[in-house]
Every structure is written in structure tokens, then in C-alpha cells.
């Protein structure tokens, strides 16, 4: 019984504190044009969140980069929570790739489409194009981002098959790609579930991957199959 009010009471803080960064957000966006104050409070909102509900992260590989300069960081993906482990758990100024649809989310929502991350319309036609246009220009203008191969949270916490959406993104921008595998994350916060569990999340960053931009589908699968197979080599299935 105690435990039940414990997990209501960290839920209820954890909702007020996503609604209160959210406004704040979207109050600043008119006088935030390099998307600096969003990010800061996107990191805020991270780790609160997770101090929240006592989730802690260790971080392997860090020193394996360039903090000088930017990346496109390929992610395995087995939560909802993965977000703000990264946005947290990472030092860089770190932008998210996101899918359109998330923007329909109330407040969460809001915030995603009026601050400086990355909205890709993931449909098809000219719409669907000018989103990933705008996504390459602004990676290949200095921004890092994150992407995730698998499209989706795994459903039962394994590795999913890797979709070529974020290779060829990476591979048009012409950006290195740093594979990073996420692991403890699904036992936090299983698909289907809004539960968060208390845990400790691992962050293995793997050495950074050239491209060679426009270099089309032959280069896509290869980034595609080297990134897999690093992730594997860390990835335990939850």
C-alpha cells in the first residue's frame, strides 16, 4: 500500500514537472532563435525526471569523443524513457530527430513543435522530403542528433530489425555516426507501461563512423550493418 502511494506520488511530480518545463518552453520559444534555453530545459526536465523516480545512468565511451565537434548518435531504442536518459546522462548540446505524430501529444507535444528539435514527417511526398532536406541542412550546419535504428520501442526488449531511414539521413548529411547502445532501459519502463521503475541504465558510446556524403544505398546498408553490429556487441537482451 505504502509503495502504490510512493509510485502515485512520484508520478503525480513527475506530470507537473513535465507540464511546468513544457510552458516554460513555450514561452521562451519567440526570444530563443539558437534553441539554447530549450535544450537547457530539456536537460532540466531529464534529469529531474529521473532523480524523480530513481533511475541512474552510467556512461561508457565518452572519451572515445570529440565534444568539440558534431555527430549523428544511432540508438537502439527499448523505452519511452530513452529521451530523457540521453538528454541527461550525455554532455553535448544534443538535438532529437522525432517523429511528426508526437506533436498531437498535449503540452509534451506542444513543446517538441516549438522548440529546436527535429520534426520528420515520416509519410510520403513532397512534405515527407522537405522535412529530411531541413533535417540534413541543419545537421550539416553543426547540430548533433540523436536517431534511432529500430523506428520504434522494441516490444518484447530485444534488438528489432534497423530501418533505413537514419542511415540515410546520416549518410546525406555526410556527418560521423556514433553508434550508441542504451541498455537497462526496457526493464525501467517496458512498452505498454507507464510505470518507472527504479534501475541503473548504461550508455555505451562506440568510436565515431566516417560517411561519405551522398554516397547513396551501397553506403546505407554498410552504415547500416556496422552500427548493428556494434550495438550487439554491448546490447543484453532485456
Known amino acids: 500500500m505504502i509503495a502504490s502511494i510512493a509510485a502515485a506520488v512520484r508520478l503525480f511530480v513527475g506530470v507537473l514537472l513535465t507540464i511546468a518545463v513544457a510552458i516554460a518552453v513555450l514561452f521562451s520559444v519567440p526570444f530563443d532563435a539558437n534553441g539554447r534555453f530549450y535544450h537547457a530545459h530539456a536537460k532540466f526536465w531529464s534529469r529531474g525526471l529521473l532523480k524523480i523516480f530513481g533511475v541512474r545512468i552510467q556512461v561508457h565511451g565518452l572519451e572515445r569523443l570529440d565534444l568539440s565537434r558534431n555527430y549523428i548518435y544511432v540508438s537502439n531504442h527499448a523505452s519511452m524513457i530513452d529521451i ?9 548540446d544534443l538535438r532529437l530527430v522525432y517523429k511528426k505524430e508526437l506533436e498531437k501529444i498535449p503540452v509534451f507535444g506542444w513543446g517538441l513543435r ?3 528539435y527535429i520534426g520528420v514527417d515520416r509519410g510520403k511526398g513532397t512534405e515527407a522530403m522537405k522535412s529530411l532536406d531541413e533535417a540534413v541542412q541543419r545537421i550539416r550546419g553543426g547540430m548533433s ?18 530501418k533505413r531511414g537514419a542511415f540515410n539521413l546520416a549518410v546525406r548529411a555526410g556527418v560521423p555516426v556514433v553508434p550508441l547502445t ?11 507501461s507507464i510505470r518507472i521503475r527504479p534501475g541503473t541504465v548504461d550508455l555505451f558510446l562506440d568510436p565515431p563512423l ?6 547513396g544505398k551501397e553506403a ?3 552504415l547500416m550493418e556496422q552500427v ?10 532485456q
Open 84 to 92: 530523457p536518459i540521453v538528454a541527461a546522462g550525455l554532455p553535448m
Open 114 to 116: 516549438g522548440g529546436s
Open 145 to 162: 542528433v540523436l536517431l534511432f535504428a529500430e523506428g520504434t520501442r522494441t516490444l518484447d526488449g530485444r534488438l528489432q530489425p534497423f
Open 182 to 192: 542504451i541498455n537497462g532501459s526496457y526493464t525501467t519502463v517496458p512498452k505498454h
Open 210 to 215: 566516417v560517411t561519405d556524403a551522398g554516397a
Open 220 to 222: 546505407e546498408l554498410k
Open 228 to 237: 548493428r553490429k556494434a550495438i550487439e556487441s554491448h546490447y543484453v537482451n
